[in-house]
């Protein structure tokens, strides 16, 4: 028995003495980075009458809404935004148009705001219709 017991004593030996903490070195540690979504967004498109958007506003806490560029006038080449009523879209991106509402829903609504909008393809709009990924197979 007291073989097995000093056996077993000087694993214990071992392991304790054989671990030591390892210090983090904090100039190598790199802060998690929390990307603004607001950078992601199209900045090549150009938006023109009959465009239809996605729409997003993060805090409001609801669904997404489907706006389209309005095509007659009094309103042609504007958006009916959320909280905000008439926008002009017709000629900026999708980006341009979100940090533009950005700045009026911070101004009225909420601080901060974060707005996503996204040019939607007509395709994409049908119901029923699957999109077949490139390179992809029936």
Excluded: R
Aim: proline share 8%; glycine share 6%.
């Amino acid at each position: 028995m007291k073989t097995n017991s000093l056996a077993f004593a000087a694993c214990l030996g071992i392991i304790i003495t054989t671990w030591t903490p390892v210090e983090a070195d904090d100039s190598k540690v790199q802060p998690a980075v929390s990307q603004d979504p607001m950078t992601l967004l199209d900045d090549l498109s150009v938006l023109k009458k009959g465009d239809m958007l996605s729409v997003t506003i993060k805090e409001d806490n609801s669904k997404t809404k489907w706006i389209q560029v309005q095509t007659t006038q009094p309103a042609a080449g504007d958006v009916q935004f959320p909280y905000l009523g008439l926008v002009k879209a017709e000629g900026l991106t999708p980006k341009k148009l979100a940090e533009k509402c950005k700045l009026l829903l911070e101004k009225h609504h909420f601080k901060p705001a974060t707005v996503i909008i996204a040019l939607v393809e007509p395709e994409e709009l049908q119901p029923g219709k699957v999109k077949k990924p490139p390179g992809g197979q029936n």
